[in-house]
């Protein structure tokens, strides 16, 4: 059973940023990759941003350059730096984690881009 505390979501202006942030706890011994999806409103699930064991990161084309995935290792916790949003960005952010006895997912959090 994992748990997961997730912050950082609200209200931004276009242009704004904001930070996420995911700690996780429970029973994980070996993490493989940890990492923010985001769904938005009549539009299927997409990965943001992740963060492989050994430090390699992905992003989705649309937010290369403007967003930053950290992680703590030894605080299990991962983050996601967002400049520059954008309301079509509006949308749910969960936390992903894949470990060793499989994948869990955050409840999510709301993040809304608007004037």
């Known amino acids: 059973q994992v748990h997961f505390v997730e912050s950082g979501g609200g209200l931004v202006q276009p242009g704004g940023s904001l930070r996420l942030s995911c700690a996780a706890s429970g029973t994980i011994s070996t993490i493989y990759t940890m990492g923010w999806y985001r769904q938005a409103p009549g539009k299927q699930r997409e990965l943001v941003a992740q963060?492989?064991?050994?430090?390699?990161?992905y992003y989705a084309d649309s937010v290369k350059g403007r967003f930053t995935i950290s992680r703590d290792n030894s605080q299990k916790t991962v983050y996601l730096q967002m400049n520059s949003l954008q309301p079509e960005e509006t949308a749910v952010y969960y936390c992903?984690?894949?470990?060793?006895?499989?994948?869990?997912w955050g409840q999510g959090t709301q993040v809304t881009v608007s004037s």
């Open positions: 992903h984690l894949r470990y060793h006895l499989g994948i869990s």
């Open positions: 963060i492989v064991n050994g430090g390699s990161t």
